[in-house]
């Protein structure tokens, strides 16, 4: 069983930094992709950074230049680094993975064929 789960949210000032951590396990294929998903209230996820298994990475165009993803030496824990927040980036963040055979470039520019996910954590940025 793919198991995904999120660690590091909280509250931070404008400007401040912070680092989300996904600790994956139970995959039973080799190209999963990872990614970061947000969701405000009222609105749908959105995609912001994702990260392939030969490490080729991807952002939402509202966080290039802030956020960076990484993976750790074993590429089992996916890092979401995210400095000069600002209130916008206020969300739940989600870590996803993909399903097996949707991990090429096509569906991770797109953010899409992300099957597993994570329950979730809150990021909240005041201004």
């Known amino acids: 069983e793919v198991q995904l789960v999120e660690s590091g949210g909280g509250l931070v000032q404008a400007g401040g930094s912070l680092r989300l951590s996904c600790a994956t396990s139970?995959?039973?294929?080799?190209?999963?992709?990872v990614g970061w998903f947000r969701r405000v209230p009222g609105k749908n996820h959105e995609g912001v950074a994702c990260i392939s298994s030969d490490g080729d990475t991807y952002y939402a165009d509202s966080v290039k230049g802030r956020f960076t993803i990484s993976t750790d030496d074993t590429a089992k824990t996916v890092h979401l680094q995210m400095n000069n927040l600002k209130p916008e980036d206020t969300a739940v963040y989600y870590c996803a993975a993909t399903g097996s055979g949707y991990g090429s470039s096509w569906y991770l520019a797109r953010f899409t064929g992300f099957t597993f996910w994570g329950q979730g954590t809150q990021v909240t940025v005041s201004s």
């Open positions: 139970g995959f039973t294929f080799d190209d999963p992709a």
